[in-house]
């Protein structure tokens, strides 16, 4: 059983940065893609990136390409999302999940990943 914990979440101004942290217990990191959704109110819960996982391969949601990044530190057992240049249509409670690696890839729909964290609010203020 894998246990998520994210943490890095805030309010910040449009154009502004967040580094975003996932810590992994519970499990073998190296043995999962990680993976990062989002949840604006009202709205489905979103695919955001995910990351294989030796950290080789990404894949992005083209509404975060060329603002956000992945990377993962298995030695740390954590995944890390750094979002630049933040939108107000940003604004939502980010999830970090974990899906078994030789799961389909890219690995985009939220029920290819048992494992999910609490969420982490994110608030992009105009």
């Known amino acids: 059983q894998v246990q998520l914990i994210e943490s890095g979440g805030g309010l910040v101004q449009a154009g502004g940065s967040l580094r975003l942290s996932c810590a992994a217990s519970?499990?073998?990191?190296?043995?999962?893609?990680m993976g990062w959704f989002r949840q604006a109110p009202g709205k489905e819960r979103e695919f955001v990136v995910v990351?294989?996982?030796?950290?080789?391969?990404?894949y992005y949601a083209d509404s975060v390409k060329g603002r956000f990044t992945i990377s993962r530190d298995n030695a740390k057992n954590t995944v890390y999302l750094q979002m630049n240049n933040l939108k107000p249509e940003d604004t939502a409670v980010y999830y970090c999940?974990?899906?078994?690696?030789?799961?389909?890839?890219?690995?985009?729909?939220?029920?290819?990943?048992?494992?999910w964290g609490q969420g982490t609010q994110v608030t992009v203020s105009s």
């Open positions: 999940a974990a899906a078994i690696a030789g799961s389909s890839w890219p690995t985009r729909r939220a029920n290819e990943y048992p494992y």
């Open positions: 990351t294989s996982n030796g950290g080789v391969s990404t």
């Open positions: 519970g499990g073998t990191f190296s043995r999962y893609f």
